[in-house]
């Protein structure tokens, strides 16, 4: 089974906070992404990645940043953190036209 | 701009039951479908992946269908249980992976 694990279920930080959300992936899945999901807007693409150091804004890059130094290995950087960037952080990993897995998400809290 | 629609956005139904659940999309030139279960505060758990070639696919009491001339795909739930409660999500890939925001289901017990 594709495992999809990312480093914090919850997180809490302050405004102004450098943060750092981490997601790996143990199938050598080529795509990766990160989404944020919110009540009412579903989930949005933040930024994907298709080959080590490759990544692609998706629709809500603003604010974000991302980092693939190893094929396994997805981070999703705030720079600085901001009040409206709390929500649900999900990742996923897919290889070509296949099935999307995603790991079981970091709520993130900004104060 | 592919956009995807799930209604309604919420259900509920008997112990027992067989129920379907609908998915539409604007453009029909999709590569495949994919639906998911969400249970609440947790990750998206992948349930059956249709490719735009297939008609359908099922996994034990689910099966999934796919019209891309209609521009739909329905999930079908048999003999439903309170377990099945989740939101269902479907996403469509085009050159971009849209999703719909879901209908969340509450089997009663």
């Known amino acids: 089974d594709v495992k999809v694990t990312q480093s914090s279920r919850y997180l809490v930080k302050r405004t102004g906070e450098k943060v750092f959300l981490e997601c790996v992936q143990d199938?050598?899945?080529?795509?990766m992404f990160w989404y944020r999901q919110d009540p009412g807007l579903g989930l949005r693409l933040i930024y994907f990645s298709y080959d080590v150091k490759m990544k692609e804004k998706g629709d809500i890059p603003e604010g974000y940043s991302v980092s693939r130094e190893k094929k396994e290995r997805f981070s999703l950087i705030l720079e600085s953190a901001s009040t409206n960037q709390t929500s649900m952080y999900l990742c996923?990993?897919?290889?070509?036209?296949?099935?999307?897995?995603f790991g079981p998400g970091t709520r993130l809290t900004v104060l | 701009k592919q956009e995807v629609t799930q209604i309604p956005a919420a259900l509920s139904v008997p112990e027992g039951e067989n129920l379907v659940l609908n998915c539409s999309f604007t453009?029909?030139?999709?590569?495949?479908l994919q639906w998911f279960r969400q249970d609440p505060g947790k990750g998206l758990t992948s349930l059956l992946l249709i490719q735009s070639s297939q008609r359908e696919q099922t996994s034990g009491r689910l099966n999934a269908s796919l019209d891309k001339s209609s521009g739909r795909s329905t999930l079908y739930i048999a003999a439903s249980q309170p377990g099945d409660s989740a939101t269902y999500l479907c996403?469509?890939?085009?050159?971009?992976?849209?999703f719909g925001k879901g209908t969340r289901l509450h089997i009663l017990p």
């Open positions: 199938m050598d899945h080529e795509n």
């Open positions: 996403a469509v890939r085009d050159d971009k992976i849209i």
């Open positions: 996923a990993s897919k290889m070509g036209g296949g099935e999307q897995f």
């Open positions: 453009d029909s030139a999709i590569y495949n």
